[in-house]
T-cell receptor
């Protein structure tokens, strides 16, 4: 069974601070996705990384896929209250698998 | 485009009652999924349908049944609800075959079983 461990589980920071959340596994994934979920809503896809070492930027969010495709990180620069939410990573094991492996998430609170 | 829609948004059941959660997508996706989300447990896959006419069990299928009515619609049925099924249920869809299986989620159904 492939597992994805996310850390930290909870994070509370002041507006303007930087932060990084991590998604780690002992298994290799063909791709890895990051979702953000706001209270009372479903997860929304932010980005997919597919190549080892790949870095993608989405405004103030920077996503990196580990060289060995076993881990990923999400870095937020100058966090804003609108970044508050649950951040989930999900790994696709590979071709032929319909299932994603989800981490349990990092709950981020950005205090104004 | 509405994306993925789910009904109802909230539901309270008594133990032993039955109900069906409805899901529809208008993105012409071939694959659809049902998840439950519980505190500290993350998203767990209940059932999925890779394509119209097929359904398969996920990680936690016991106590549930599904029907892929057509390409757009995928329903989840609780035949005899139990308090352990109190959860938030999400439906998702994707275009399987790209290799990435990027999923699009509905807004969820919040179910309480008393």
């Amino acid at each position: 069974t492939q597992l994805l461990e996310q850390s930290p589980q909870f994070l509370s920071i002041q507006e303007g601070e930087n932060l990084t959340v991590y998604c780690n596994s002992s298994s290799v994934f063909s791709s890895l996705q990051w979702y953000r979920q706001e209270p009372g809503e479903g997860p929304v896809l932010l980005v997919t990384v597919v190549t080892g070492g790949e870095v993608k930027k989405l405004k103030r969010l920077t996503f990196q896929f580990g060289d060995a495709r076993k881990d990923s990180s999400l870095h937020i620069t100058a966090a804003q209250p609108g970044d508050t939410g649950l951040y989930l990573c999900a790994g696709a094991p590979g071709a032929g698998s319909y299932q994603l492996t989800f981490g349990k998430g990092t709950k981020l609170s950005v205090i104004p | 485009n509405a994306g993925v829609t789910q009904t109802p948004k909230f539901q309270v059941l008594k133990t032993g009652q039955s109900m069906t959660l409805q899901c529809a997508q208008d993105m012409n996706h071939n694959s659809m999924y049902w998840y439950r989300q519980d505190p500290g447990m993350g998203l767990r896959l209940i059932y999925y349908s890779a394509s119209e006419g097929t359904t398969d069990k996920g990680e936690v299928p016991n106590g549930y049944n599904v029907s892929r009515l057509n390409k757009r619609e995928f329903s989840l049925r609780l035949e005899s609800a139990a308090p352990s099924q109190t959860s938030v249920y999400f439906c998702a869809s994707s275009i399987w075959g790209t290799g990435y299986n990027e999923q699009f989620f509905g807004p969820g159904t919040r179910l309480t079983v008393l």
